[in-house]
């Protein structure tokens, strides 16, 4: 049942109804933690995070066991006390049981939140003239229930009444007669709600009192079944509580909110538990660093030791080409330059070429068309145009060479310029192989710790002795890695910065000036990252009250929201995605790739078609078919038009045939041969190609 047709029907029922009465936990208040044993394991864990001592161990586990107890000895009576539960816990921990006593307390109101749902119930009936009556099974002290829901907004009501006081309990009825007789209240203008069905149902009812069933917000979403820990569980109920009792926004930001949240707080609690506070100063490379840097700064607020941050302005062409070009060969500086990606089908033209080593190419026309070439021809492996295209380059080489030594002056001269000279710097990118870090370590001429969101196996050798990965530290572990290679360009939009990227320096009276390119226009894009990452904002707002209960996010915790959603491919997810779309390389018009493709179920359709080209979308594997007047999923288009059909072929890695027959031989070698894929140095997208080669051998 969804929460707002409760609202409604609830609003509709209390106008029947003089006296309104409200359980409290996970009805009028939810606890951010996904069940309530875990407040127990959240207090251990800020015991030992605040008194940095193990004394607590095995809290979680003693205090559920001390409850049990003390019921037993207590099985004359419906309830027991929060004292009786610490007098067996003074057994166990004699010298901080009080200490424990009192931090139980702090823990439970620090996770306590409003349902918003329910406190426009509540104000309802209030605003109503309804008698509203407070009731709850539970061992916390009266007097501390009553301030926690007067904090939260709750007033007005004519009475709490809570079991451990009484001694009567809503679970075998006698606290719903003592209210009656005590308020001299008529039970045919009673209504009470509440999530448990025995306790705030069948024991009203049995009374004669209306009921009504309001269902465990946990209860109500399937998605969560695996809690593997007390952050998935923290994480996990602020998202599902979040999800079911506040007003919907946008879909960009709820992305953010629901999906990113979690995993940026989990790579800035790492990155804060791992640097090193001898640090002088933490350079968060530009763009990728811009949404870590400001969750950083928020991080910086509770701990005045990390060290300070500064947003430095860098690139692969501004950093990588001055430096690590000029160290290569001649041949492999051409084989640089002329470089494409056919992981996403991308084009490259020798006008593309020139525009990026910023060589005006009016003064080269007749070199051009010596070797026959256009300058907007896309270069092709198979007609020998990029070949003809690494000569031209050849040919130029002193030229693009003195270029290059100018640049790199330049970029010595803004490290400089950014007194980078201390004797212990630390940067923070989104990884892959670090090929920024490489750059800053040549001109530095020492190295500098690299702190990454992640890094694949192809990770530099000159960085691996000086690098730390958060989801993935050189490949590992491989299904995370694995992950994270398919979906690379949706993780990239993630850290998406609202400026155009570097492209070089210049000098202008003395002062060192990026260059920025100009942004091509592209509002939806921005407007979409911008709504994404201010919900991803305040999920690190809301969470980090929280960050003394955090111990260690493992990666599986951390992407797991993400994970879900971009493999489940739920409608709602898609069509958001194929409204958006993004450049690669150079960011020409030609470059432009779409996150998700739409086709028209037509005759000139083709399923197989489509799945093939989708291997090239930003989002892999994922596209939409619009079938009469809606959309459809693939997956459900395969359900309904392909079943019992001769199968189609998934295979979503974006790879060509001749790629793949290279995959099998380099497979078979390794095999047989026993060499180390390391030693080959193979493009990283074979690796992709052999995991899916092996996968189909298994099938």
């Not at 572990?477 to 993630?494: G, Q, V």
């Not at 894929?677 to 052999?690: C, E, F, N, W």
């Amino acid at each position: 049942m969804k929460i707002n047709n409760d609202k409604k029907r609830l609003i509709s029922e209390i106008d029947n109804f003089d006296v309104i009465s409200f359980d409290i936990f996970d009805t009028l208040v939810l606890r951010n933690v996904f069940e309530p044993i875990d407040i127990f394991k959240a207090v251990e864990s800020r015991y030992k995070f605040e008194n940095n001592d193990l004394s607590a161990n095995g809290f979680a586990t003693e205090r559920v066991e001390a409850e049990h107890r003390a019921r037993v000895k207590r099985n004359n009576q419906e309830d027991i006390t929060f004292d009786n539960i610490y007098e067996e816990l003074s057994l166990i921990y004699p010298e901080i049981y009080l200490s424990l006593k009192d931090l139980e307390i702090q823990t439970e109101t620090d996770f306590i939140v409003r349902n918003d749902t329910m406190y426009e119930v509540f104000e309802y009936a209030k605003s109503h003239d309804k008698k509203i009556v407070l009731i709850s099974d539970m061992y916390l002290p009266k007097n501390m229930i009553h301030d926690l829901v007067s904090n939260l907004g709750y007033s007005g009501f004519k009475e709490l009444y809570v079991s451990c006081e009484q001694l009567k309990t809503k679970h075998f009825g006698t606290l719903y007669e003592h209210i009656k007789s005590e308020l001299d209240l008529d039970y045919n203008k009673w209504l009470h709600i509440g999530d448990n069905y025995h306790s705030d149902v069948v024991n009203a009812q049995k009374h004669g009192i209306s009921a009504f069933h309001y269902k465990k917000i946990n209860e109500r979403d399937n998605s969560y079944l695996e809690i593997n820990s007390l952050e998935d569980s923290i994480f996990t109920a602020m998202e599902i509580n979040r999800f079911h009792t506040s007003s919907k926004r946008d879909y960009w930001y709820e992305f953010g909110y629901f999906n990113i949240g979690r995993l940026f707080y989990s790579f800035n609690h790492w990155l804060t538990k791992n640097i090193d506070r001898n640090v002088n100063e933490v350079l968060f490379l530009a763009r990728d660093g811009y949404l870590p840097q400001k969750i950083y700064k928020e991080f910086r607020k509770f701990d005045k030791t990390l060290p300070k941050d500064k947003y430095f302005y860098t690139s692969r062409r501004a950093f990588q080409w001055p430096t690590v070009i000029l160290e290569n060969s001649d041949k492999e500086i051409v084989h640089i330059l002329t470089g494409f990606n056919p992981q996403f089908d991308q084009k490259l033209t020798l006008s593309e070429i020139f525009k990026s080593i910023d060589i005006d190419v009016n003064c080269y026309k007749d070199l051009i068309n010596s070797h026959g070439l256009s300058l907007d021809k896309e270069l092709s492996l198979s007609d020998g145009s990029h070949d003809s295209a690494k000569k031209i380059i050849n040919e130029l080489l002193p030229v693009i060479k003195e270029k290059l030594v100018q640049e790199k002056l330049r970029l010595i001269k803004y490290f400089d310029q950014e007194m980078l000279n201390h004797d212990n710097v630390a940067i923070v990118d989104i990884g892959w192989r670090g090929s920024i870090q490489k750059s800053i370590q040549l001109i530095l001429g020492k190295p500098v710790q690299g702190y990454y969101f992640s890094t694949n196996p192809f990770l530099h050798e000159e960085i691996k002795n000086h690098s730390k990965g958060f989801l993935t530290d050189k490949g590992m572990p491989s299904d995370i890695n694995e992950f994270a290679t398919k979906y690379l360009m949706i993780l990239e939009l993630l850290f998406t910065a609202p400026h155009g990227t570097l492209n070089g320096f210049r000098e202008e009276n003395g002062k060192i000036i990026p260059i920025l390119e100009d942004e091509i226009v592209n509002k939806t894009f921005m407007k979409s990252v911008s709504s994404l990452q201010e919900g991803c904002l305040d999920y690190i707002s809301d969470i980090l009250k929280y960050k003394s209960y955090f111990d260690n996010i493992d990666s599986y915790t951390a992407v797991k929201r993400l994970k879900d959603t971009l493999e489940r491919e739920r409608l709602s997810d898609l069509l958001a995605f194929s409204e958006i779309s993004n450049y690669i390389g150079f960011g020409v018009e030609s470059e432009k790739k779409e996150y998700v493709k739409s086709y028209d179920f037509d005759h000139q359709f083709s399923f197989e078609k489509a799945v093939s080209e989708s291997r090239f979308n930003l989002w892999p594997g994922a596209f939409l078919v619009k079938d009469s007047e809606r959309y459809i999923t693939s997956g459900e288009y395969y359900r309904l038009y392909c079943s019992g059909n001769e199968s189609v072929a998934f295979d979503r890695q974006p790879t060509a045939n001749l790629e793949l027959e290279l995959a099998r031989k380099i497979y078979r070698y390794i095999k047989y041969r026993g060499i180390k894929l390391s030693v080959l140095r193979a493009v990283y997208s074979i690796r992709l190609i052999i995991s899916s080669y092996k996968n189909r051998k298994k099938r």
